[in-house]
């Protein structure tokens, strides 16, 4: 069982950034496939950003060369640097886990989520 709690969102102006992170309680957190989504009002949620137990990481290309992610697993912790923001990134990120793997990009891949943390960009 993975525990996941998401801190950082917040109200932005477009062109700026914000860091999202996610502390994780439980077992084997090096261990896991660790992934950023995010749902916007009347939308489905989103892939952005995933990072492996190898640090491989991949990210979707809406966010590619704007967003990164990062963990640190001596902290049980994974990060979402957002960079460039536009109003269109407004929504819900949630943190996800699952046990191991590298490329997976589907909500139903995951078997851990935080509670979601809101970003809100305005122009």
């Known amino acids: 069982q993975v525990h996941l709690v998401e801190s950082g969102g917040g109200l932005v102006q477009a062109g700026g950034s914000l860091r999202l992170s996610c502390a994780a309680s439980g077992r084997a957190f090096s261990t896991h496939l660790m992934a950023w989504f995010r749902q916007a009002p009347g939308k489905e949620r989103e892939f952005l950003a995933s990072?492996?137990?190898?640090?491989?990481?991949f990210a979707a290309d809406s966010v590619k060369g704007r967003f990164i992610i990062s963990r640190d697993n001596t902290q049980n912790t994974v990060s979402l640097q957002m960079n460039t923001l536009k109003p269109e990134d407004t929504a819900v990120y949630y943190c996800a886990a699952r046990p191991g793997g590298v490329y997976y990009f589907y909500v139903t891949d995951y078997d851990y989520w935080g509670q979601g943390t809101q970003v809100t960009v305005f122009s």
């Open positions: 990072i492996a137990a190898s640090h491989s990481t």
